[in-house]
Protein backbone atom coordinates (compact mmCIF):
# COMPACT_ATOMS: atom_id res chain seq x y z
CA UNK A 1 0.00 0.00 0.00
CA UNK A 2 1.06 3.73 -0.71
CA UNK A 3 2.24 5.96 2.10
CA UNK A 4 0.56 9.55 3.18
CA UNK A 5 3.96 10.62 1.53
CA UNK A 6 3.22 9.16 -1.94
CA UNK A 7 -0.35 9.80 -2.12
CA UNK A 8 0.60 13.25 -0.94
CA UNK A 9 2.69 13.87 -3.74
CA UNK A 10 0.13 12.07 -6.05
CA UNK A 11 -3.10 13.92 -5.25
CA UNK A 12 -3.56 17.55 -4.01
CA UNK A 13 -6.21 16.81 -1.31
CA UNK A 14 -6.43 13.39 0.82
CA UNK A 15 -9.65 13.16 2.14
CA UNK A 16 -10.15 11.09 5.62
CA UNK A 17 -12.75 9.61 7.78
CA UNK A 18 -12.57 10.32 11.72
CA UNK A 19 -14.94 8.67 13.84
CA UNK A 20 -16.43 10.39 16.93
CA UNK A 21 -15.96 7.79 19.69
CA UNK A 22 -14.81 8.03 23.19
CA UNK A 23 -13.57 4.56 23.63
CA UNK A 24 -9.65 3.49 23.46
CA UNK A 25 -9.79 1.98 19.62
CA UNK A 26 -12.00 5.09 19.14
CA UNK A 27 -9.05 7.61 20.36
CA UNK A 28 -6.56 5.47 17.95
CA UNK A 29 -8.62 5.38 14.79
CA UNK A 30 -8.78 9.71 15.64
CA UNK A 31 -4.94 9.77 16.23
CA UNK A 32 -5.08 8.18 12.68
CA UNK A 33 -6.57 10.55 11.08
CA UNK A 34 -4.56 13.57 13.05
CA UNK A 35 -1.79 11.25 11.83
CA UNK A 36 -2.16 11.96 8.14
CA UNK A 37 -3.31 15.88 8.40
CA UNK A 38 0.77 16.13 10.35
CA UNK A 39 2.60 14.12 7.81
CA UNK A 40 0.71 14.83 4.23
CA UNK A 41 2.48 17.29 2.30
CA UNK A 42 -0.92 17.96 0.59
CA UNK A 43 -4.72 19.24 1.58
CA UNK A 44 -5.92 16.70 4.27
CA UNK A 45 -10.18 17.21 4.23
CA UNK A 46 -11.26 15.21 7.56
CA UNK A 47 -14.47 13.66 7.14
CA UNK A 48 -16.77 13.26 10.20
CA UNK A 49 -19.74 11.48 10.02
CA UNK A 50 -23.24 12.64 11.53
CA UNK A 51 -24.39 13.11 15.14
CA UNK A 52 -25.22 9.53 15.51
CA UNK A 53 -24.28 7.73 12.85
CA UNK A 54 -21.43 4.90 13.90
CA UNK A 55 -19.69 4.88 10.46
CA UNK A 56 -19.59 7.01 7.04
CA UNK A 57 -21.41 6.22 4.33
CA UNK A 58 -20.10 6.72 0.71
CA UNK A 59 -22.37 6.95 -1.90
CA UNK A 60 -22.14 3.84 -4.74
CA UNK A 61 -21.87 6.57 -7.54
CA UNK A 62 -18.87 8.31 -5.89
CA UNK A 63 -15.71 8.32 -7.81
CA UNK A 64 -12.57 6.70 -6.03
CA UNK A 65 -8.86 6.80 -7.42
Given at each position: S???EQLAETYDL???GALKDRSIA???LGA???DVVNRAACDVLVIRPAD???ELEVP???PLA
Amino acid sequence: SASIEQLAETYDLLVVGALKDRSIAGRLLGAVAGDVVNRAACDVLVIRPADGATELEVPESAPLA
